[in-house]
Each structure stands twice: as structure tokens, then as C-alpha cells.
């Protein structure tokens, strides 16, 4: 007999960090089971010896504070270097019952998980391990149609060319210098006076120098900036778009950019990452992404998501551990909002 996933304990594990947060929700989305968020917060010296070391003590099952206190979970998804250690405690604990995924690399070898998802950039492979170009997230071919059929009115008055500008921040390994800020509204503003409408939208993370030039463009030509009031436009953004500019410290933005099939145009402010270099690499191979230098250039492509891929794979996986525990199979449906 089949169960619905609404019967599954399915956790998501992280330190709390949003993108590794964001990256496990959007699986269990794809999946369509609603999962339990633990956030683990280990204090040192036990967070110096992760992801090899043993959890904080205080955060073990039973301690008051313990975000893995049991029932455990029959689907435990994780991503970030702090839950490692948690995410093996859970595997013992539950006697093996619990199928465990992890994204991204754990940097503690395959065997760290049921089933990992890695991007391709990494190293990591394994019989268990599913590499793909862009990683999980929650913008979906289904949810960009939504928004081409009912424009968001607040962008559906914009002139064509429509321009998406995702604009993140100063990363680990970005900075956005004055230089960089000067060269970004400099070709943006090459893109207004051309008649191109710009549809802009900043992060938590933008400098703020960057966000008051933003504004003041948008105030010169008459272009949209949503400023944090009514609903967020971003998936209006990229449906709407003719093109999208993306800022190169986000790997998500521009592998949420690629569903679109429209063509992303990179800004990178001062840094780097060889890793960064080799996604971008792929990503041009494929005709998806080109450098912004304040011209709209490149062709539609085929929309790209990995998000539906790595949740089949999932799936198998789990399938086949329930079955040598003598468990009953789950009928998941796989139809990502």
C-alpha cells in the first residue's frame, strides 16, 4: 500500500543560513511534502572541527535546546558544513530509518548521506551523488507562465525591451568598490536612455551606496525599483523580462535567471571564485549567460531547471530505502508549483 507524503516527518537541516535554508526548501517543495525547519547552532570548539566533529552537546537529542529531539524523521534534508555532524547523529539515531540527502558538497565523501546533490563545479562524485549545472530553487516554469498571464501591474506599463536587474551584494568572496557601483549604474543607465524599461530589485546585501544609485535611476528614467513595499516582484521580474541582468556574487539568482529561457547578462563587481569561473564557463557553453557591458545581446534558449531532476532522483533513492527496510513505498507527485 502506498503512503501519501503527507503521513512522512521530513526535517530541514541547516544553520540557519538562507541560502542553504532556501536551497532544502525547495526540494521539499518540488517533492510536495511539508517539512519541520531545524536550525542547529553549535558553539566552539565544536563548530572549529566541523564538518568532521561531533555535534555540540547541548543540541543532543534529549538536551533541552536540541533541535533533533525525536520522533526522527522518515526524509531529513541538509545543506551547509554545520549540519554534518547533525545529519549523521540522525542516521544512527533512527537505527537507519531515516533517508538522509545533503546539498552541495559536505566535504566529508559520499558516504556522508543517502543521497547527495552537488554542483558540477565540485569534485564529488559517487554512485549516490547527482550532479547538475544550476542548483535547486523555488522559480518555476510553472509560476513564470502564472506571471506572463497576469501581469504584475506595477511592471505591465514598462516599454520593451523589458529588463530584469537582480542585484545581490558584497559576498565572502565579491565586492562591490565605487568603481564597481560607477560601472554598474553607468551601463544601466546606457540601457534607460535607449528606451529599454528596467525592472529593478536589490538584496539584504547591497551596499547602499549601490541601492540610493539604483533609486535615483529609476527616479531619472522613469524605471521600476521595488523598494521593499506591497508584494515581491521577483518572479514578475524574470517572467516579464525580455532579458535579465544578474549580479555574478549569487549562483542561485543566476540559476533562477535560466528558467526563463531569456538571455542573463553577468555584472561581476570586484572578486572572484575559481568555481564562480567554471559555472559561468558552463553557463556560456549552454547560450545562457553573456557579460554585462551595457548591451543587451545574446538568444532564447531552452529554460533550465534542475530543481524537478534532483527531487527524482530523490525519490528513487528513497523508494529503495524504504523497500530493503520492508517499509511501504510513498506516492509523491513531483509537481513543483
Not at 106 to 135: E, K, M, Q
Not at 196 to 219: C, F, N, V
Amino acid at each position: 500500500m502506498l503512503r501519501d507524503t503527507a503521513d512522512l516527518i521530513t526535517w530541514v537541516l541547516s544553520d540557519g543560513k538562507a541560502g542553504d535554508e532556501l536551497q532544502a526548501l525547495s526540494v521539499a517543495e518540488a517533492l510536495g511534502v511539508a517539512p519541520q525547519i531545524r536550525r542547529v547552532e553549535p558553539r566552539a570548539p565544536f563548530t572549529w572541527v566541523m564538518p568532521w566533529g561531533p555535534i555540540d552537546p547541548r543540541e543532543r537529542s534529549g538536551a533541552p535546546s536540541s533541535p533533533i529531539t525525536p520522533p526522527y524523521p522518515d526524509l531529513l534534508i541538509a545543506s551547509g558544513r554545520r549540519a554534518v555532524p547533525y545529519l549523521r547523529f540522525v542516521k544512527r539515531a533512527s537505527g537507519g530509518r531515516t533517508f538522509t540527502v545533503f546539498l552541495k558538497d559536505p566535504r566529508t565523501g559520499p558516504n556522508t548521506a543517502d543521497f547527495i546533490w552537488s554542483p558540477d563545479y565540485d569534485r564529488l562524485r559517487g554512485p549516490n551523488v547527482l550532479t547538475t549545472l544550476t542548483p535547486p530553487h523555488r522559480v518555476s516554469a510553472n509560476r513564470i507562465e502564472a506571471a506572463r498571464n497576469h501581469p504584475d501591474p506595477r511592471l505591465a506599463s514598462l516599454p520593451h525591451p523589458r529588463v530584469a536587474v537582480l542585484v545581490g551584494g558584497d559576498s565572502r568572496h565579491h565586492r562591490f568598490t565605487d568603481h564597481d557601483i560607477a560601472r554598474l549604474v553607468t551601463h544601466l543607465t546606457v540601457l534607460a536612455e535607449t528606451g529599454a524599461g528596467l525592472m529593478m530589485t536589490a538584496s539584504r546585501r547591497t551596499p547602499q551606496a549601490l541601492r540610493d544609485a539604483l533609486i535615483d535611476l529609476s527616479a531619472r528614467h522613469r524605471a521600476f525599483f521595488w523598494d521593499g513595499t506591497g508584494e515581491n516582484p521577483y518572479v514578475a521580474l524574470l517572467a516579464l523580462a525580455d532579458f535579465i541582468v544578474a549580479t555574478a556574487d549569487s549562483f542561485n539568482m543566476i540559476g533562477e535567471a535560466a528558467v526563463t529561457g531569456r538571455p542573463v547578462l553577468v555584472f561581476e563587481p570586484s572578486g572572484g571564485h575559481p568555481k564562480l569561473d567554471v559555472y559561468m564557463a558552463s553557463l556560456k557553453a549552454h547560450g545562457i549567460v553573456h557579460p554585462f557591458e551595457g548591451r543587451l545581446v545574446g538568444q532564447a534558449y531552452e529554460p533550465l531547471n534542475s530543481t524537478l531532476k534532483i527531487a527524482a532522483a530523490i525519490v528513487r533513492g528513497f523508494s529503495l530505502h524504504r523497500r530493503s527496510l520492508g517499509l511501504p513505498d510513498v506516492a509523491f507527485s513531483l509537481e513543483f508549483p
